[in-house]
């Protein structure tokens, strides 16, 4: 488990409705304030869109950590809001559509964000929630999380969650959480490998910020071309995902992050990064 440390209170949050706000030191926070469950409606799924998009383009925004209020990590979808629309001409399929295909875009955008994102998880992550969760790069959540993929219990399986969980956790763990709808505890989330570590609640913004701030010392080119490099080769056979991270190494080796640090490291001083 990382140090655990204090930190001072982060500057002050820019509070716009349905996500709190706030940047310091290279970390951006986002924290979900859609009560009581923190569901995805379309507004806020188009805020956290919105918001991760302008992170992509901030060079002050290092590592992006994405929090929640209340006692609900997410819900996921907002079924109140999709079933209002059964009374759409088309029976809602239109507004189903863009429901799904936003909250894919926003997963994607998590995969290809050229920067860190850590979940925080404190309470229950459900259904997209979940797919959130496996989304982010890292994932800690407190000792009394829980996580589930529910909708076989109400007819609609966790079709789009499923790929997320799919790729973090175990295959039968995925497909065990997909099929019975069951709640998993936080012990067994990381046993699946939906989460890193699990601290007591009174910790886990002081061990989120310890392994944020660790992630932001880093060089912001050598994290972008880190991450990449490694949702890429993960799809490959082995022997052409050796062939490609050989390539990676290559033009990472001739960057002047690179030339930077190793120079740094052999010269026993701290590294002056410029992202280039």
């Known amino acids: 488990m990382a140090d655990i440390v204090s930190f001072p209170d982060a500057a002050r949050a820019e509070e716009g409705g349905l996500l709190i706000r706030s940047l310091r030191d290279g970390v951006l926070r986002l924290v979900l304030s859609n009560p009581p469950a923190n569901v995805f409606s379309i507004a806020l799924l188009e805020a956290l869109m919105g918001e991760l998009e302008t992170a992509e383009a901030e060079p002050d925004v290092r590592v992006v950590v994405i929090a929640s209020t209340g006692d609900v990590f997410?819900?996921?979808?907002?079924?109140?809001?999709?079933?209002?629309?059964?009374?759409?001409?088309?029976?809602?399929?239109?507004?189903?559509?863009?429901?799904?295909?936003?909250?894919?875009?926003?997963?994607?955008?998590?995969?290809?964000?050229?920067?860190?994102?850590?979940?925080?998880?404190?309470?229950?992550?459900?259904?997209?929630?979940?797919?959130?969760?496996?989304?982010?790069?890292?994932?800690?959540?407190?000792?009394?999380?829980?996580?589930?993929?529910?909708?076989?219990?109400?007819?609609?399986?966790?079709?789009?969650?499923?790929?997320?969980?799919?790729?973090?956790?175990?295959?039968?763990q995925a497909m065990e959480m997909l099929l019975t709808g069951e709640t998993i505890d936080a012990s067994t989330a990381k046993d699946f490998g939906l989460v890193n570590r699990i601290v007591p609640k009174q910790y886990l913004a002081q061990v989120v910020s310890k392994y944020a701030a660790v992630i932001a010392s880093k060089s912001p080119l050598t994290l972008k071309i880190g991450k990449e490099a490694f949702n890429r080769q993960l799809e490959l056979p082995v022997e052409a995902a050796y062939d490609y991270t050989a390539r990676v190494m290559v033009e990472n080796m001739l960057t002047q992050d690179a030339q930077e640090g190793i120079g740094a490291f052999l010269g026993k001083r701290k590294p002056d990064w410029k992202g280039e």
């Open 74 to 172: 997410s819900a996921g979808h907002d079924l109140k809001e999709l079933t209002t629309h059964r009374a759409d001409e088309d029976q809602g399929a239109d507004f189903f559509e863009k429901t799904f295909r936003l909250a894919a875009d926003l997963m994607l955008k998590i995969a290809h964000l050229p920067k860190p994102v850590i979940a925080e998880i404190d309470g229950l992550a459900t259904a997209a929630g979940c797919q959130l969760v496996a989304s982010c790069d890292l994932a800690i959540c407190t000792d009394s999380s829980t996580f589930c993929t529910p909708g076989v219990n109400i007819g609609l399986f966790c079709s789009t969650p499923m790929v997320a969980v799919s790729r973090a956790a175990h295959r039968k």
